[in-house]
């Protein structure tokens, strides 16, 4: 590479006439802050629809569900696969480095639009949806690539902070539109496809203010290292020397490093908390805390204001102290703090809505404190190898949090099995309850093993004794009478079946009127039909029914038998055997769910921490004035190779006016 003043190779700048230059992107030169700060702010909106049209999903998971059938493992595998897929897409993306950035965005933009409002709303099933799902992740994988690159490429190191401050706000501000949309929209737009249908207009609103605004750099100028606007004019120059090809070859060598996918990884483990929120942070509130989807998506709005406000404050904030390292560490620290206690109320039924708001003002501070000095430091870092292969190390990045969080939500599934039994069957079991109040009380009193017992066999007295016993309970009788149901269930089993035998109105006339020769005819016939006992028999059986003590007896048996029939009468039998095969299990279900869902939280919160280590890798001072220092060497390479420079173009200024060939100076001679 070498300084000329030959027009600078590959930076033709696009037709401003005709269609042509809504195709043809490249800048010839960097642009002024007014021309730069819009480029920037079109991609920071581009990568919020982006992450707005990600996450729409999460936030009528419930919906989605009951709407395709999907068991909460499945709907799980969607993201899974999505995930997987859009990985593998961010691998393709390292090809902007060649290629280009705008063009991929703003048909990406398009694409994404297309699918949000008419593919996502009208998929026919579940593998429909599935399908349509994954193919927004592999567009979402190729463009959430290049917009980063884009930020990098218009923003020095210098503001580099604040610009990647802005960046991140895609996912918060993606994220928080989404539970702001539909916390305002859900009551009086409860159909799940009218989030997609909100987020693909807004789609197309955005596809055309990137066809028409959206530029970038040519691959002469973008493929160098700018620290700030100073050496604008400097890079300028260079372009000049710089073939693309030649400095965009090699770039996976040069970025597959220890520091480039260490540091990848650890921000993935970092943000793990993060993933789970957004598309599941209304299951976790629906199952764990009662709350609605509107409410869930409005609690959640605490964690993306805060973070939002975090990632734009902190990046300033690394920008003027000029260091990226401390603000990890702090924001880790204070990310921690805020995941401990929103972990461990998760086992508190008693925490409020606004303590957990607070906890989530802490998490996500400290995160948005962290990530946003971390994606700083780690394109810096990717610079230091090679500025021409920012995307393949963004590329890098992009994979290795795909995957991570693919593998993360693989093992959700099994750390949460209480949450699937909940989602895939609390729904039904909850409608029953809700419809059926008293009748399931009294159903629910009865022990799983009696019920069991019961189902299998109507007749088993040890099972029917416990289960009037603990009926008579629900219905308030004291212990003594309970007691008394089920010992007369035990002792007076064959009056019972006598009494059982016997036609109801025949039964019933006998006790109005005992001598009634009629009713003892047709009742002696009946309990040798049923019993199978001789007439003799028959006789003994039925004059013990008229006992004063068996009557007393059986009319206490009868109280909350009478109960536990009416009880099963009223629920529809589909219901009633839907409840008997689950409600012990989504009781269950509901005991262990808030235990497993902060296992889970711990694992965010071992994530954050394994995060420490891989600080020490990426580039960047700790010290603010060694910073500084830094800053002042660099500025002062840039005045010398200025000068070079200036004397080169004044020797090819003399040549030109001579006719002769000019001795080579030290602006021809490579740069540093």
């Known amino acids: 590479m070498s300084l000329t003043i030959d027009p600078p190779a590959d930076t033709r700048s696009p037709d401003r006439n005709g269609i042509r230059r809504l195709w043809l992107r490249q800048l010839a030169h960097y642009p002024a802050n007014g021309p730069r700060g819009l480029y920037l702010a079109i991609t920071v909106l581009v990568a919020v629809f982006l992450y707005y049209a990600l996450y729409t999903q999460g936030a009528v998971a419930t919906q989605i569900i009951e709407h395709y059938h999907f068991s909460f493992t499945a709907f799980v595998f969607v993201s899974v696969i999505g995930n997987a897929i859009g990985a593998f897409a961010s691998l393709f993306a390292g090809l902007t480095d060649r290629w280009g950035r705008a063009n991929l965005v703003v048909v990406g933009v398009l694409a994404v639009a297309l699918i949000a409002l008419l593919g996502l709303p009208n998929a026919p099933g579940k593998a429909g949806f599935t399908v349509m799902y994954s193919v927004l992740c592999f567009v979402e994988g190729i463009v959430l690539v290049a917009t980063p690159a884009l930020v990098r490429d218009f923003s020095p190191q210098v503001g580099r902070g604040l610009a990647m401050g802005f960046w991140t706000l895609g996912p918060v501000l993606g994220s928080l539109t989404v539970t702001s949309v539909s916390s305002n929209t859900l009551d009086e737009h409860p159909d799940w496809r009218f989030q997609f249908y909100v987020c693909g207009v807004v789609g197309l609103v955005m596809f055309v203010v990137a066809l028409v605004g959206l530029r970038e750099l040519a691959p002469a100028l973008r493929d160098q290292l700018m620290v700030s606007m100073r050496d604008r004019a400097l890079i300028e120059a260079r372009a000049a020397g710089i073939d693309p090809e030649q400095a965009s070859a090699g770039s996976w060598r040069r970025v597959l490093k220890p520091n480039v996918i260490g540091p990848a990884f650890a921000i993935s483990t970092f943000l793990l908390l993060y993933y789970i929120l957004v598309g599941f942070a209304v299951v976790y509130f629906a199952t764990v805390h009662g709350y609605s989807e509107a409410r869930a998506n409005a609690v959640a709005n605490w964690y993306w204001i805060s973070n939002a406000i975090a990632l734009v404050v902190a990046g300033a904030l690394s920008d003027h102290f000029r260091v990226r390292k401390p603000f990890m560490v702090v924001g880790m620290a204070i990310s921690v703090v805020g995941n401990i206690l929103f972990a461990l109320s998760t086992t508190d039924p008693d925490t409020g809505y606004y303590a957990i708001a607070f906890y989530f003002v802490l998490s996500a501070a400290g995160s948005g404190i962290a990530y946003v000095a971390w994606m700083a430091a780690f394109t810096e870092t990717v610079e230091k190898h090679s500025p021409a292969a920012t995307a393949t190390g963004l590329a890098i990045w992009g994979w290795i949090l795909r995957v991570v969080v693919s593998v993360a939500l693989i093992l959700f599934t099994f750390a949460l099995p209480a949450t699937s039994v909940l989602v895939d069957k609390g729904t039904r079991v909850e409608h029953i309850v809700t419809s059926h109040p008293r009748e399931v009380a009294v159903l629910s009193a009865i022990d799983p093993a009696t019920s069991a017992a019961l189902a299998r066999n109507p007749e088993d007295t040890a099972a029917l004794s416990r289960a009037l016993g603990q009926v008579a309970a629900e219905q308030g009788a004291?212990?003594?009478?309970?007691?008394?149901?089920?010992?007369?269930?035990?002792?007076?089993?064959?009056?019972?079946?006598?009494?059982?035998?016997?036609?109801?109105?025949?039964?019933?006339?006998?006790?109005?009127?005992?001598?009634?020769?009629?009713?003892?005819?047709?009742?002696?016939?009946?309990?040798v039909k049923e019993l199978g006992v001789p007439q003799p028999t028959a006789v003994e059986l039925l004059t013990r029914l008229g006992d004063p003590d068996v009557k007393a007896d059986l009319a206490l048996v009868q109280k909350y038998g009478a109960v536990l029939t009416s009880a099963e009468a009223a629920i529809p039998p589909d219901d009633l055997a839907y409840l008997s095969a689950h409600g012990t299990e989504v009781a269950d279900a509901q005991k262990d769910n808030p235990g497993q869902w902060q296992n889970w939280w711990w694992v965010c919160v071992a994530g954050q921490i394994v995060f420490v280590p891989f600080i020490f890798l990426l580039t960047g001072r700790w010290s603010p004035r060694l910073a500084r220092e830094d800053e002042r060497v660099h500025e002062a390479m840039v005045e010398r190779e200025m000068a070079a420079l200036q004397q080169a173009r004044s020797a090819a200024a003399a040549t030109a006016t001579s006719g002769g060939s000019p001795e080579p100076t030290a602006g021809s001679q490579p740069a540093p």
Do not use: C, F
């Open 478 to 527: 004291t212990a003594t009478e309970a007691a008394a149901v089920s010992t007369a269930v035990r002792e007076r089993s064959r009056e019972l079946a006598t009494a059982q035998a016997i036609d109801p109105d025949t039964l019933k006339a006998l006790q109005q009127d005992p001598p009634d020769g009629t009713a003892i005819g047709a009742a002696l016939a009946d309990i």
